[in-house]
């Protein structure tokens, strides 16, 4: 009998693994200017002024797009972040056994993270929204699609520095991962909801740890040995095994989590459908594992309505979360026989779910509306058929008009399909500045943008004083703007806006 070793098959696969090896090291590896690459990668990961600035900037649009749910503004803060600098300086480091530069990439990462929560804390102390958001509640724990963006992100980002051909693009991507956790980490610590805190720092954490990995494992695989570093001691090898290890902790811990959990929502899946007969159809289900008790609730399309259904599968579902305290809600839409009932049942669901999504929508930005004018919620006019919501606005101390326009525009900014008015009170108007050629200079056209939205909001005419010249140019631009304006008496001064008065 032949051993494995005179088997032509192995012969010809490790001859395949041979000649791949040799070719990766001949046509790839030794392409890569490796002391080149490892100089750029520690000057990029220290600790400096800049860096802090610019981190802190991004946590500070970050938080504000995360308050306002607008992801455009989330993906703004993501082109100032520099945190790619330090985060593949330590996968680097790990990978050649640096201690001193895997320190100052620790270190700049600790006290960027540090700030950034304490400044992202700051803006929501003084912030007016201080609701958690759809943005903040979709980053308050890893899972599996969270996972897969650091990993794309690290294997990306390791790439592009490898090739020399990192850029904004990269550093965008590796932010996206991180940022906006750290910003919501913040937003947990000033408001308390320590179930937002450690559910964003953990998803966090995890990125961080992913990422790091991922760009030591690419850095390895192209050759980066300890040779490129100076000579480690034996206590320096001992930290950087232990930081492995520790590293290793969160992101074992969440994809321990992440596998229990994909497992749990597949069989569940099967717990509910094996009530029901081969033309019935799950419509829809959700397991929110975060909730307490655990939440689950499924929809089901079937020919024939099965009244134990629930109770046999909140018992299958009981035993599948270890007994952990469950809320089941299964609902039963009867649907033909037929092959398109199904689909058609399933069509009207999915719109009722729509209608229903809608509705809560619009409670929420009337909530919203109420908290930034300071009024109750019964007192914001919303329309859904139009998707137009109104609210008067109440006297706010030290407010002036833009105030209540920067208000409203923050609001709609975050609800693009409905029309969002703040009503607010007779303010003063603005004086209207012109240059010498008698045009609005930058302060005056920002003022007539003023004027002419205060005019909409308040509905009433406008008296415009000063020079005959000026005052005939300003009421020009005005009424182009659909603005009542009348006539002032005095002729003297800079031009000047004010609310006309029952007598006038």
Request: aromatic residues 8%; contains cysteine.
């Amino acid at each position: 009998m032949n051993s494995k070793s005179d088997n032509p098959q192995h012969h010809s696969f490790a001859y395949v693994i041979f000649s791949f090896r040799r070719w990766w090291r001949s046509s790839v590896v030794n392409t890569v200017d490796q002391a080149d690459v490892i100089k750029r990668r520690r000057e990029e990961g220290d600790l400096s002024a800049r860096y802090l600035f610019m981190l802190t900037m991004s946590a500070g649009i970050a938080i504000l797009g995360l308050l306002l749910s607008s992801p455009a503004v989330v993906i703004g803060a993501m082109l100032l972040s520099p945190l790619m600098g330090p985060i593949i300086g330590l996968g680097f480091s790990l990978a050649i056994g640096d201690f001193p530069w895997m320190r100052r990439c620790m270190k700049a990462l600790a006290v960027g993270t540090v700030l950034s929560v304490a400044f992202c804390a700051l803006v929501v102390l003084f912030s007016p929204l201080q609701t958690v958001t759809a943005e903040i509640a979709a980053r308050t724990r890893p899972n599996l699609f969270d996972l897969l963006v650091a990993l794309f992100s690290a294997l990306a980002g390791a790439y592009a520095m490898i090739r020399g051909r990192e850029g904004t693009v990269v550093g965008v991507a590796i932010a996206t991962a991180l940022m906006p956790p750290l910003a919501v980490v913040g937003f947990g610590l000033a408001t308390f909801n320590w179930t937002v805190f450690t559910g964003a720092l953990m998803l966090y954490v995890t990125n961080l740890m992913t990422i790091a990995f991922t760009a030591a494992v690419m850095a390895r695989l192209y050759g980066f040995r300890t040779s490129l570093s100076e000579r480690q001691t034996q206590l320096q090898v001992f930290v950087i095994v232990v930081t492995f290890v520790a590293l290793a902790l969160p992101l074992g811990y969440s994809l321990r989590q992440i596998a229990w959990e994909a497992n749990v929502s597949r069989q569940a899946k099967s717990a509910v459908m094996d009530n029901f007969g081969s033309r019935a159809r799950l419509s829809e289900m959700d397991i929110k594992f975060d909730a307490t008790p655990i939440d689950v609730s499924a929809t089901v399309l079937t020919p024939e309505l099965m009244p134990e259904a629930e109770a046999i599968s909140r018992r299958e579902l009981h035993r599948l979360l270890n007994n952990r305290p469950l809320n089941f809600t299964l609902t039963q839409y009867q649907v033909g026989t037929s092959a398109t009932a199904a689909e058609q049942a399933q069509l009207s669901a999915a719109r009722e779910k729509a209608e229903a999504d809608a509705s809560q929508r619009a409670d929420e930005l009337a909530a919203r509306l109420a908290l930034i004018a300071g009024v109750p919620d019964s007192e914001v006019i919303v329309d859904r058929e139009r998707r137009r919501a109104l609210v008067r606005a109440a006297e706010l101390d030290g407010a002036g008009l833009a105030v209540y326009r920067a208000l409203e525009q923050r609001i709609a900014a975050t609800e693009p399909d409905w029309r969002v008015e703040l009503l607010p009170p007779a303010k003063a108007l603005p004086n209207v500045a012109l240059n010498e050629e008698g045009e609005p200079s930058d302060e005056g056209a920002k003022a007539l943008n003023l004027i002419a939205w205060a005019a909409g909001r308040i509905d009433a005419p406008v008296i415009i004083d000063g020079p005959e010249e000026a005052r005939k140019k300003v009421e020009q631009l005005l009424l182009a703007r659909h603005v009542a304006v009348r006539d002032g008496k005095n002729a003297k001064g800079d031009v000047q806006a004010r609310w006309a008065t029952p007598d006038e």
